[in-house]
């Protein structure tokens, strides 16, 4: 079963623009990862936020967690007809330490235009 | 590139036959998890696999085998395949140090179609 939910679960927007994606969980969480993936293809590890982290920036991405409300929110900035992907969470629930297991949401289908 | 591979690339079975899916992991790592991804779904936890030994698993029946090896590869095994086994299967490495388990990194998938 899938934990984390995306939403919305298709965008669209103009080369440009900015996107944002929120992910909503239902458990307590180790960390929460945000993933790309291209046509079916292999997953791309964007970034990693931990349980007591409140905000985290890579590049174009900002990636922020609220433990209290279990969701997180990933903006991309400046967006590029390359960023066009599929964009999941996942949550290493807590306790898992020991199994590494990733709960993926179904995905969030970003199409950049140019 | 994660520097994770796997093999085949693509693969049609019918069902009833087993299926042997192949992941080398990156160098330095030495935990690698399995994922099932059908289409339009987000992965799901097979199993996963750190020295040697399956440690963790998700709600799969055992007809879903695996194997890690001393160089850190491995293998996932499907016996008796059904239809709804046609999905991307996704292998990710990463390194565990004591109890912990750092970023997974996937490969590009393997595409199993039954028929």
């Known amino acids: 079963s899938q934990q984390g939910e995306e939403d919305p679960q298709a965008l669209s927007i103009q080369e440009g623009e900015n996107a944002t994606m929120n992910c909503s969980y239902k458990t307590s969480i180790n960390n929460l990862q945000w993933y790309r993936q291209n046509s079916g293809r292999g997953l791309v590890h964007l970034i990693l936020i931990r349980s007591n982290e409140r905000e985290k920036h890579s590049g174009r991405l900002r990636v922020t967690l609220d433990t209290s409300k279990k969701s997180s929110s990933l903006l991309i900035t400046a967006s590029r007809a390359a960023d066009t992907a599929s964009y999941f969470c996942a949550t290493a629930p807590w306790g898992s330490s020991n199994t590494g297991k990733l709960i993926f949401g179904q995905g969030t289908t970003l199409q950049v235009k140019p | 590139e994660t520097g994770v591979t796997q093999s085949p690339t693509h693969l049609i079975k019918t069902r009833g036959q087993q299926v042997t899916l192949r992941c080398s992991s990156q160098?330095?790592?030495?935990?690698v998890s399995w994922y099932q991804q059908a289409l339009g779904q987000g992965p799901q936890f097979i199993f996963q696999?750190?020295?040697?030994?399956?440690?963790g698993r998700g709600n799969f029946p055992p007809r879903f085998s695996g194997l890690q090896f001393p160089n850190y590869s491995s293998e996932l095994n499907v016996n008796a395949l059904e239809l709804d086994d046609s999905a991307l299967y996704l292998c990710?490495?990463?390194?565990?140090?004591?109890?912990?388990?750092?970023?997974?990194?996937f490969g590009p998938g393997t595409r199993l179609t039954v028929l």
């Open positions: 990710a490495s990463s390194l565990r140090l004591g109890q912990y388990t750092d970023t997974q990194y």
């Open positions: 160098s330095g790592h030495n935990t």
């Open positions: 696999y750190y020295r040697e030994e399956e440690n």
